[in-house]
């Protein structure tokens, strides 16, 4: 992995960038950083707050604008915020909701501490705090000061200093240290407010600006629960010395040394983080490219302690650079990753396709020591559903280093992945690139199409060398949607028998990591019968694609239905569910704060306002009462908004768009001071629209002139019957 230093907006500079610390708040360019820490005489024992029982993942910003926490230690129980009134300025405040003990025996601390040892100062009278670090200077207060101010080199004196002398040893007070302690008595300060602010000489890459404090109003909860999820896992990586949106913040010391990029799901939180920042977008697309081999794969996984540079994963890198570019209009995403993203397919067919089959497999490649390198485990780590059933039948071929059968859903992704990339390529200019991806695109498809349907059972499976179908199916089955590889026939089939049959992939809880009625459904362990996000986006995905819109909406609230149940009731964003009872925790092997867990509500709110490579902006209208935004878009920030039958699209500047369709408004882009969008097909008559336009321009369906009626600051239209593209704006 390469190395970072990378600049930080100067709104982002403060913020919890601590994997294992989520209520330590760090400014990441000075390298001053604040850490709560509580002693509770009753158990003897200090804490920071680490991950785990002791602390609750609240509300909070993506720029860490707000950020809300609820800190327990001894059965006391503190309501934390952490809010920015400017980009200098962090503000801590606490409210004592519970407490375990007398509040005089429970000290409640702020350590503080410049990385490179720079000495702070407190006032002995009033408590309040000041330091300089070359052009930085330090102020900080408290409305109700410390009652003491200790003085050590390290924090680990401070907690050694609670264990071995209890909390009425004053050796250690003072007035200038490395770390300064700031000690809170619940009993004088069940509440309090303590601020800290650096000047605007802070080596951040932008000019000092206001940070809103409080949420933004996002709804519904689908959306708040996306930048929750993806603003808590947002960390800085302190090897590689950038940061990146971790796959949970319970795994990145303990199981990964430092750090840990997994392929698929940093791609995933880029996608996410569009919705909000598209500077977490582009830092997440940064690390996961950056471990790209000399052979050109980009690698499954790489940590503090292994990299997998012999695997991959499968290959929707392609998809979400395709749908960020379109998503905050940055053609110069294409033009970067562009190179890597072709290098990783090409990859595939050189590494995957060993007997010249046209269809690829999963593998392990001779390639560095990484863990279970050369094994049927190391190949199902490719397929990211290590233990899945439908890849039991398959074995280890040393001559191919790769497992003796092919993957319907690897070979469906890498499809897509071939179609998105001559896009890629005929904007960059590269025609003959573009040709030789589009006839790769078009060739796999046939390929999944007549070799990997099973006719006998009318689903698409996984193979072997010898014809053989494999007896296990999983949501895999349904990915050839995704690159259009199904025919008509295929696609009624396999959703009539497959997706719709509760004794299939159908239920209250879906999508099922293998059909209920596999013998390994029952087995509840990871890939063996639970709920899986990534499942459930490129079902989703390819469903939308296929034109299912109708079972797509359907997919998408039963997944944000999934999630929402744990989410309303503990905080729990799943990395898996069990298919029966949608609970998290009824078996040990899923993390409960896990980064692709938000494609749950992300689909819900895509199912609403959506930007792909597919469709571009797209808008459901008539769908119910809502209020949504703003989230980015090629239009700028928009917001979508519907009441009683109206549905409004509005940036910054006021609505863009009104009416009273309903269906699908696709690829709505700026045509001059005026729009352009494809209206649905099944259009009723006499449904109307309003766009914002100057009243001299033009208004044409299927290159048809309309008539526009000029209406405050846009034009009425008046719409004949059924859909087209229509165009509002210069001719």
Not at 187 to 202: H, W
Not at 459 to 467: E, M, T, Y
Request: net charge negative; proline share 6%.
């Amino acid at each position: 992995m390469s190395g970072g230093d990378a600049p930080i907006p100067a709104a982002r500079a403060w913020n919890t960038w601590d994997a294992d610390a989520p209520a330590t708040t760090r400014h990441l360019p000075s390298g001053l950083t604040i850490t709560p820490v509580a002693f509770s005489s009753s158990l003897d024992r200090t804490t920071r707050f680490p991950m785990g029982p002791g602390v609750r993942l609240g509300r909070r910003s993506i720029d860490g604008a707000a950020i809300a926490l609820e800190l327990a230690h001894g059965g006391t129980r503190l309501e934390w915020t952490w809010s920015k009134p400017d980009a200098g300025t962090v503000v801590a405040r606490w409210r004592t909701i519970e407490t375990g003990e007398w509040g005089l025996r429970f000290w409640l601390v702020l350590a503080l501490g410049f990385e490179d040892g720079t000495p702070i100062v407190a006032d002995p009278r009033t408590g309040r705090v000041s330091a300089r670090r070359g052009g930085v200077a330090l102020t900080g207060d408290a409305d109700k000061p410390p009652l003491l101010v200790t003085v050590h080199d390290r924090i680990e004196e401070l907690e050694r200093e609670f264990a071995e002398r209890g909390y009425f040893y004053l050796g250690s007070r003072g007035s200038e240290g490395r770390v300064l302690a700031l000690r809170f008595n619940l009993e004088e300060m069940p509440e309090n407010r303590v601020s800290f602010t650096l000047d605007a000489d802070d080596g951040t890459d932008g000019a000092s600006r206001s940070a809103s404090v409080g949420f933004t109003a996002r709804q519904p909860a689908a959306l708040e629960a996306i930048e929750d999820v993806v603003a808590w896992n947002t960390v800085h990586d302190p090897v590689n010395r950038r940061p990146y949106t971790a796959l949970s913040r319970f795994w990145n010391l303990k199981k990964f040394g430092g750090f840990g990029v997994w392929l698929d799901d940093i791609f995933y939180h880029a996608l996410m983080a569009g919705l909000f920042d598209p500077g977490v977008a582009r830092e997440n697309l940064a690390a996961v490219t950056a471990g790209q081999t000399e052979a050109g794969n980009l690698p499954c996984l790489l940590t503090g302690n292994d990299r997998w540079v012999d695997r991959s994963q499968p290959p929707i890198g392609a998809y979400v650079v395709a749908a960020l570019a379109e998503r905050i209009g940055d053609a110069g995403l294409v033009e970067r990753y562009y190179p890597a993203l072709a290098r990783n397919h090409a990859w595939w067919w050189r590494a995957r396709d060993p007997l010249g089959t046209g269809l690829v497999a999963y593998g392990s490649s001779d390639v560095g020591d990484g863990l279970y390198k050369g094994t049927a485990l190391g190949c199902r780590n490719e397929s990211a559903m290590d233990n899945s059933p439908v890849h039991d039948e398959f074995a280890f071929d040393p001559a191919t280093r790769t497992l003796d059968g092919v993957d319907v859903g690897l070979n469906s992704l890498l499809a897509l992945d071939a179609e998105l990339l001559a896009g890629m390529a005929e904007r960059l200019g590269l025609e003959a690139e573009a040709a030789a991806h589009r006839a790769t695109a078009a060739r796999l498809a046939e390929r999944i199409s007549t070799c990997l349907w099973d006719e006998a059972r009318g689903v698409f499976a996984n193979r072997h060398r010898d014809g053989r179908f494999v007896r296990a199916v999983a949501p895999t089955s349904f990915f050839p949607l995704l690159c259009g590889a199904a025919t008509a026939e295929q696609r009624a089939r396999l959703l009539a028998d497959w997706f719709d049959p509760p004794a299939r992939f159908g239920g209250r809880f879906r999508l099922t990591s293998v059909a209920r009625d596999d013998p390994a459904y029952g087995d509840n362990v990871y890939w063996r019968g639970r709920t899986w996000p990534p499942l459930n986006f490129l079902t989703w995905l390819g469903l939308r694609r296929a034109g299912e819109d109708a079972r797509a909406a359907a997919l998408a609230a039963d997944s944000w239905s999934l999630f929402a149940g744990p989410w309303a009731a503990d905080r729990i964003a799943a990395e898996n569910y069990s298919a029966d009872t949608g609970e998290a925790t009824d078996q040990p092997d899923t993390d409960t704060f896990y980064g692709w867990s938000a494609l749950l509500p992300y689909m819900a709110v895509a199912d609403r306002l959506d930007c792909c490579p597919f469709d571009g902006l797209t808008v459901r209208a008539g769908a119910g009462a809502i209020v949504l935004g703003p989230l980015a878009s090629p239009l700028g920030p928009v917001t979508l908004e519907e009441r009683g039958g109206l549905t409004t699209l509005s940036d910054a500047d006021g609505p863009l768009l009104r009416s009273d369709l309903t269906g699908q408004l696709k690829r709505l882009t700026r045509r001059g001071n005026g729009l352009s969008v494809e209206l649905p097909q099944s259009r009723e008559a006499g449904a109307s629209l309003w766009i914002r336009a100057s009243a001299d321009v033009e208004a044409r369906l299927d290159d048809r002139p309309i008539a526009t009626t000029p209406d405050a600051d846009g034009l009425s239209l008046a719409l004949p019957h059924g859909g087209g593209r229509l165009v509002v704006g210069p001719s």
